[in-house]
């Protein structure tokens, strides 16, 4: 056992003498510091006194049964990972143990390895939980907000911006390039506010066709029109008490416009084809890639809707104006998409990296997580390399230093390993030969870098 499950605390509840002392023994063995109560009182006043990290609890004893400690302990918000055992277990037992707050459910009689290994599914449970604690609170101080992440200010202001509006009603305006995370921000604005219980409901203006999007934003009654065969409540009913995110508002037809507006207005719906009317508690959110204030001078979209919209508005800069963002950005998506594809690809080559940081990114964060998406796949290696990125990202690099590194080669495979032997030997230089040095100044691991000098021959 390791280290650091030596030190887990177990309590055992059960009324049996024998099986307390069998457990007690064998859990010992295997490194824990195990205690034991009789019954579910004896157990919560253990449990009052000091912490355990596993409570393993018989189901069927007396003075207090294992579903009443159970509930309990949730209702206490005592910490500890549940699991139940019961000589008289069927899967209602089971169902409703788990639905109480249990992790797992063991019948008796069972064999001594198969409680070892139950806790130990539940100890890797508890690290895996603690490790997402871990990423999670690393994200929060270096910047993030709603599972956005970025350290540019202009992202940082826009943070600023999601936490200050969240939790009014107040209708958002999100304008910015494709890709730029709008949707992100509209999800943000939702699950960081008061209206988190409440339904989150996107819709793509553009993506339906206009005969269909009235119907799907405001519902229709049976016998509305030819395919009407039963009443369909509309996305606004949907998204009653939550929110409703209109993306790519700008391509919304003028007649939906007007009917748009008036339901904004009055907080009420009317399916097509139907009589009555419905109030609807609904905070609207919508998202455009178009500059609306063009689109009102041409006459394409209303002027009063647009300031119905634009009560608060928020403005995502394009990736290619926080430079910054672009390795913290790759590194995320390196990781999500390792995990994701189960492949051992460790960092980003110095190359890579500065590839991807001298490309302008029309396709802006979107196109960046595909190309990382991308290069995952095609790696083999404990580095994801120039090799693994897209001609066009490689096209971009600046000229000058670059290009004298490179040398007069036109193989983009040649040149990236050129570039890479060039920055290597530069903070070897740096460094007066410290490997451990060098890789931090070239943002790989140690290991990457051992890699790099055996593959190019400068041990």
Known sequence: ????????????????????????????????????????????ELLAAGGYD?????????????????????????????????????????????QKGAYDYIS????NDEIVLVLKKAVERERLKE????????????????????????????????????DYRTTVLISGESGTGKELVARALHYEG??????????????????????????????AFTDAISDKAGLFEQ?????????????????????????????EVRRLGGGVTKRVDVRVVSATSRRLEDEVASGRFREDLFFRLNVFAISLPPLRERPEDIPLLAEHFLQRYCRRFVKGVESL???????????????????????????????????????QLPERVLASRSRGDELLMVGESLSIKQSGEALERALIRR??????????????????????????????GLE
């Not at 003075?63 to 899967?91: K, N, Q, W």
Request: proline fraction near 4%; hydrophobic fraction near 45%; charge should be negative.
């Open 239 to 267: 998204a009653d008490g939550g929110t409703l995110f209109l993306d790519e508002i700008g391509e919304m037809p003028l007649s939906l416009q007007v009917k748009l507006l008036r339901v904004l207005q009055d907080e």
């Open 54 to 98: 596993f409570i393993l609890s018989d189901i069927m004893m007396p003075v207090m049964d294992g579903r009443a400690l159970l509930g309990e302990i949730s209702r206490l918000g005592i910490g500890g990972t549940v699991i139940m055992m019961s000589a008289y277990g069927d899967i209602e037992t089971a169902l409703e143990c788990m």
């Open 349 to 387: 080559s110095p190359g890579a990296m500065a590839a991807m940081s001298a490309y302008p990114w029309p396709g802006n964060v979107r196109e960046l997580e595909n190309v990382i998406e991308r290069g995952v796949i095609l790696c083999d290696l404990p580095e994801l390399g120039v090799a």
């Open 427 to 456: 903070a070897l230089e740096k460094t007066g030969g410290n490997r451990t040095h060098a890789a931090r100044l070239l943002e790989i691991s140690h290991r990457a870098l051992l890699y790099k000098l055996k593959e190019y």
């Open 1 to 44: 056992m390791k280290k650091s499950e030596a030190k887990k605390r177990i309590l055992v509840v059960d009324d049996e003498e024998n099986l307390r002392h069998m457990l007690s023994v064998v859990l010992k063995k295997q490194g824990y510091m195990v205690e034991s109560a009789a019954h579910g009182g004896e157990a919560l």
């Open 194 to 223: 008061a209206r988190r219980g409440g339904p989150f409901v996107a819709i793509n203006c553009a993506a339906i066709p206009e005969t269909l999007l009235e119907s799907e934003l405001f519902g229709h009654a049976r016998g």
């Open 131 to 166: 490790e997402n604690r871990r990423l999670k609170e690393e994200l929060r101080l270096e910047g993030s907000c709603g599972g956005i992440i970025s350290r540019s200010p202009a992202m940082l202001e826009v943070f600023s911006l999601i936490r200050r509006v969240c």
């Open 108 to 111: 008796k009689p069972f064999r």
